[in-house]
C-alpha cells in the first residue's frame, strides 16, 4: 500500500515538472526584429570555436553548414595549437559563411587566443609576453580567453593584449551545471532556452575588464567556446562589428575586414538567442566626426555620446563610467554629455519575459576611451 502511494506522489510529481517545463517551452520565443532591421556595414559572427582539428565535434566545413542555417555572416574557428596550422589552413568562404581560423595558444599564464597573424615559422612561445609579442609581429593580435575558468589567467604586467573574454559559454556550463539541471531536458527540444537558463551575470570578467581598462584599453569579447552543439550555441552569444564598407566576397579582404573591426574594438556583443540586438550603435561626436566604439578620443572640452537602440524591445540601456552607471534609461534614443575624462561603454538589459537572467547584459558594448589634453 504505502509503495503504491509513493509511486503515486513519485508520478504527480513528474506529471507537474513536465508541465511546468512544457509551459515555459511553448511560451519562449527569440524576439525577432523586422527584416528591415539591416544594415550592409553591420555583420553578425561567432568567436571561439573548437572544430575537429582539436577538440570539437565537428569537421569545420560541417560548421559552416551550420552557421550559414544560423545566417551567419562569419565565424573564427580556434582550435588548440600554438599555432593549429591545420585548422588555419581550413580557412575560406564555406556555403556563404567567411570561416576564419586562429588558435588557442596554451601559454604560461593560461589560454591565449591568437587572431589576423601571418603563419610563424614555429611554434609560438609558451609564455605569454613572448607569445603577444611575435604575434604582433605577425601582424595579429591576443586575446585573453576565459579568465575564470579551470584554467585561469593569471594576470601579472598588463602587456599588449587587445581583448578578454567577457562571457564564456563554456565555462559557464561547465561552472554552473547545477543551474541549469531543472532545465536539462529542454536540451533536448529547446536547447537555446536551456542555454540561455545557464548564463550567469560575468560578474568578477566585468570588473576586471573595467580594472585593465583604466590602464590601456582592452576590448570585451563575449565568446562560445563552442566544442559541440554548434546550432544553439551560434544563435546565442555574437559579434556584430561595424564595417566601413560592405563584405567583400574576396576571402582576404574580408578577412581584413573583419579583422580591422574586432582589432580596433569597432563591434557589440549580444545575447541574440533572448533577442536580436542588430541596429545597437553607441558613437562619439567630436565637431562633423563621429567617433565609433574602440576609439580614444582626446578633448578638453565634454563630448557627446550617442546611444541607439532601436529594437523595439522593452529594455533598459546603461551608460557606465570607469565601472559605474552614470545613466539608466529606458528610451531608445539617448544623449549625454561627457565632460570627465575616462572608458565608457554600455550595457543594455532586457525587460521583456525571457530566460534570461534580468541582470545579465543582452547587448555589451565596446567602450569609447576619452583622454584629457595634456597641457
Ligand atoms: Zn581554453
Ligand atoms: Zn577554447
Given at each position: 500500500?504505502?509503495?503504491?502511494?509513493?509511486?503515486?506522489?513519485?508520478?504527480?510529481?513528474?506529471?507537474?515538472?513536465a508541465?511546468?517545463?512544457?509551459?515555459?517551452?511553448?511560451?519562449?520565443?527569440?524576439?525577432?526584429?523586422?527584416?528591415?532591421?539591416t544594415?550592409?556595414?553591420?555583420i553578425?559572427?561567432?568567436?571561439?570555436?573548437?572544430?575537429?582539428?582539436?577538440?570539437?565535434?565537428?569537421?569545420?566545413?560541417?560548421?559552416?553548414?551550420?552557421?550559414?542555417?544560423?545566417?551567419?555572416?562569419?565565424?573564427?574557428?580556434?582550435?588548440?595549437?600554438?599555432?593549429?596550422?591545420e585548422?588555419?589552413?581550413?580557412?575560406?568562404?564555406?556555403?556563404?559563411?567567411?570561416?576564419?581560423?586562429?588558435?588557442?595558444?596554451?601559454?604560461?599564464?593560461?589560454?591565449?587566443?591568437?587572431?589576423?597573424?601571418?603563419?610563424?615559422?614555429?611554434?609560438?612561445?609558451?609564455?605569454?609576453?613572448?607569445?603577444?609579442?611575435?604575434?604582433?609581429?605577425?601582424?595579429?593580435?591576443?586575446?585573453?580567453?576565459?579568465?575564470?575558468?579551470?584554467v585561469?589567467?593569471?594576470?601579472?604586467?598588463?602587456?599588449?593584449?587587445?581583448?578578454?573574454?567577457?562571457?564564456?559559454?563554456?565555462?559557464?556550463?561547465?561552472?554552473?551545471?547545477?543551474?541549469?539541471?531543472?532545465?536539462?531536458?529542454?536540451?533536448?527540444?529547446?536547447?537555446?532556452?536551456?542555454?540561455?537558463?545557464?548564463?550567469?551575470?560575468?560578474?568578477?570578467?566585468?570588473?576586471?575588464?573595467?580594472?585593465?581598462?583604466?590602464?590601456?584599453?582592452?576590448?570585451?569579447?563575449?565568446?562560445?567556446?563552442?566544442?559541440?552543439?554548434?546550432?544553439?550555441?551560434?544563435?546565442?552569444?555574437?559579434?556584430?562589428?561595424?564595417?566601413?564598407?560592405?563584405?567583400?566576397?574576396?576571402?582576404?579582404?574580408?578577412?581584413?575586414?573583419?579583422?580591422?573591426?574586432?582589432?580596433?574594438?569597432?563591434?557589440?556583443?549580444?545575447?541574440?538567442?533572448?533577442?536580436?540586438?542588430?541596429?545597437?550603435?553607441?558613437?562619439?561626436?567630436?565637431?562633423?566626426?563621429?567617433?565609433?566604439?574602440?576609439?580614444?578620443?582626446?578633448?578638453?572640452?565634454?563630448?557627446?555620446?550617442?546611444?541607439?537602440?532601436?529594437?523595439?524591445?522593452?529594455?533598459?540601456?546603461?551608460?557606465i563610467?570607469?565601472?559605474?552607471?552614470?545613466?539608466?534609461?529606458?528610451?531608445?534614443?539617448i544623449?549625454?554629455?561627457?565632460?570627465?575624462?575616462?572608458?565608457?561603454?554600455?550595457?543594455?538589459?532586457l525587460?521583456?519575459?525571457?530566460?534570461l537572467?534580468?541582470?545579465?547584459?543582452?547587448?555589451?558594448?565596446?567602450?569609447?576611451?576619452?583622454?584629457?589634453?595634456?597641457?
Amino acid at each position: 500500500m504505502k509503495k503504491k502511494k509513493f509511486l503515486f506522489i513519485l508520478l504527480a510529481l513528474i506529471f507537474i515538472y513536465a508541465l511546468w517545463l512544457s509551459f515555459l517551452l511553448l511560451r519562449f520565443k527569440t524576439y525577432k526584429l523586422p527584416s528591415t532591421y539591416t544594415s550592409p556595414l553591420e555583420i553578425e559572427g561567432v568567436y571561439h570555436i573548437h572544430s575537429t582539428f582539436s577538440d570539437g565535434q565537428k569537421h569545420p566545413d560541417i560548421i559552416a553548414r551550420v552557421a550559414s542555417l544560423s545566417s551567419l555572416d562569419f565565424i573564427i574557428l580556434t582550435d588548440h595549437g600554438n599555432p593549429n596550422f591545420e585548422s588555419i589552413s581550413s580557412q575560406g568562404w564555406k556555403e556563404g559563411v567567411l570561416v576564419l581560423a586562429g588558435s588557442e595558444l596554451s601559454v604560461n599564464r593560461g589560454h591565449l587566443v591568437a587572431l589576423g597573424f601571418n603563419l610563424p615559422d614555429s611554434n609560438f612561445s609558451q609564455t605569454a609576453e613572448e607569445a603577444v609579442y611575435q604575434i604582433k609581429a605577425l601582424k595579429g593580435f591576443s586575446i585573453i580567453a576565459h579568465p575564470f575558468s579551470k584554467v585561469q589567467w593569471s594576470w601579472g604586467e598588463f602587456i599588449d593584449y587587445s581583448g578578454i573574454e567577457i562571457i564564456n559559454a563554456d565555462t559557464m556550463l561547465k561552472k554552473d551545471i547545477h543551474r541549469s539541471l531543472p532545465y536539462l531536458p529542454a536540451l533536448l527540444i529547446k536547447p537555446k532556452y536551456a542555454l540561455l537558463k545557464m548564463l550567469v551575470r560575468p560578474e568578477k570578467n566585468l570588473k576586471r575588464w573595467d580594472f585593465l581598462n583604466s590602464q590601456h584599453p582592452i576590448f570585451g569579447y563575449f565568446s562560445t567556446d563552442a566544442h559541440r552543439l554548434y546550432r544553439p550555441v551560434f544563435s546565442l552569444l555574437r559579434l556584430h562589428p561595424l564595417l566601413k564598407n560592405p563584405l567583400s566576397k574576396d576571402f582576404e579582404t574580408a578577412k581584413c575586414q573583419v579583422y580591422d573591426a574586432l582589432r580596433k574594438g569597432r563591434f557589440f556583443n549580444a545575447i541574440d538567442a533572448a533577442a536580436q540586438a542588430k541596429g545597437f550603435r553607441f558613437w562619439g561626436e567630436k565637431g562633423e566626426k563621429r567617433i565609433q566604439m574602440g576609439k580614444t578620443i582626446v578633448a578638453d572640452s565634454p563630448i557627446k555620446l550617442h546611444i541607439e537602440t532601436s529594437s523595439p524591445f522593452a529594455k533598459e540601456t546603461l551608460l557606465i563610467h570607469n565601472g559605474k552607471a552614470v545613466l539608466r534609461s529606458l528610451k531608445n534614443t539617448i544623449s549625454y554629455e561627457a565632460a570627465l575624462a575616462g572608458t565608457y561603454r554600455v550595457e543594455v538589459y532586457l525587460k521583456e519575459k525571457s530566460p534570461l537572467g534580468k541582470n545579465i547584459p543582452w547587448i555589451l558594448s565596446n567602450p569609447i576611451f576619452i583622454r584629457e589634453k595634456k597641457q
